[in-house]
T-cell receptor, first 115, second 117 residues
Framework: EAGVVQSPRYKIIEKKQPVAFWCNPISGHNTLYWYLQNLGQGPELLIRYENEEAVDDSQLPKDRFSAERLKGVDSTLKIQPAELGDSAVYLC?????????????FGPGTRLLVL | AQSVTQLGSHVSVSEGALVLLRCNYSSSVPPYLFWYVQYPNQGLQLLLKYTTGATLVKGINGFEAEFKKSETSFHLTKPSAHMSDAAEYFCAVTTLTTTSGTYKYIFGTGTRLKVLA
């Protein structure tokens, strides 16, 4: 069974440029999560989708961040414009359904460096 | 509000020694508790989780953790460390918020385990 796929794995951009990350969850997983992981920190939830609906985006900085999950399968997270402080690892995870005791399956992440 | 505290951002043990990684949580409702491991340049992988029932939970790679409600702890142990255990370990908690009916994973800041030969 294929795991969670993320691309690109690494991205270097200059500040004020836009950037997009893509995630393909495990087949059949209805719930998709985007996390931000700063160096030396644990993941912090940005947004959670149940199918195509964003059910928790309270931590997503909506002035510059946006996300979509068309058709309830793969998802894209966008930053426009990027700032120096956005340098971090962006993790995508998926789970079967939206219950709190479920295991989340993580992708390898996209490491973003903003210069 | 729930939170997770991992004591010790770095832990070093000798190969073959006991591994003990500490995790304390705070939650206003019964929690679900998780330990994840992250190897360099990889995503997080579940080691074990506590949902209900037996408070001693066994996971992969010989790890186990005990849920102690009175101490609000969920410490991770392994009797004998192996070089391949060197990684970063994250404790996480989720609770269902009764007001909104939503839940959220809260991760600790992580403990980096170093295994000395």
């Amino acid at each position: 069974e294929a795991g969670v796929v993320q691309s690109p794995r690494y991205k270097i951009i200059e500040k004020k440029q836009p950037v997009a990350f893509w995630c393909n969850p495990i087949s059949g997983h209805n719930t998709l999560y985007w996390y931000l992981q700063n160096l030396g920190q644990g993941p912090e939830l940005l947004i959670r989708y149940e199918n195509e609906e964003a059910v928790d985006d309270s931590q997503l900085p909506k002035d510059r961040f946006s996300a979509e999950r068309l058709k309830g399968v793969d998802s894209t997270l966008k930053i426009q414009p990027a700032e120096l402080g956005d340098s971090a690892v962006y993790l995508c995870a998926s789970s079967l359904g939206g219950v709190p005791q479920e295991t989340q399956y993580f992708g390898p992440g996209t490491r973003l460096l903003v210069l | 509000a729930q939170s997770v505290t991992q004591l010790g951002s770095h832990v070093s043990v000798s190969e073959g020694a006991l591994v003990l990684l500490r995790c304390n949580y705070s939650s206003s409702v019964p929690p679900y508790l998780f330990w994840y491991v992250q190897y360099p340049n990889q995503g997080l992988q579940l080691l074990l989780k506590y949902t209900t029932g037996a408070t001693l939970v066994k996971g992969i790679n010989g790890f186990e953790a005990e849920f102690k409600k009175s101490e609000t702890s969920f410490h991770l142990t392994k009797p004998s460390a192996h070089m391949s255990d060197a990684a970063e370990y994250f404790c996480a908690v989720t609770t269902l918020t009764t007001t909104s009916g939503t839940y959220k994973y809260i991760f600790g800041t992580g403990t980096r385990l170093k295994v000395l030969a």
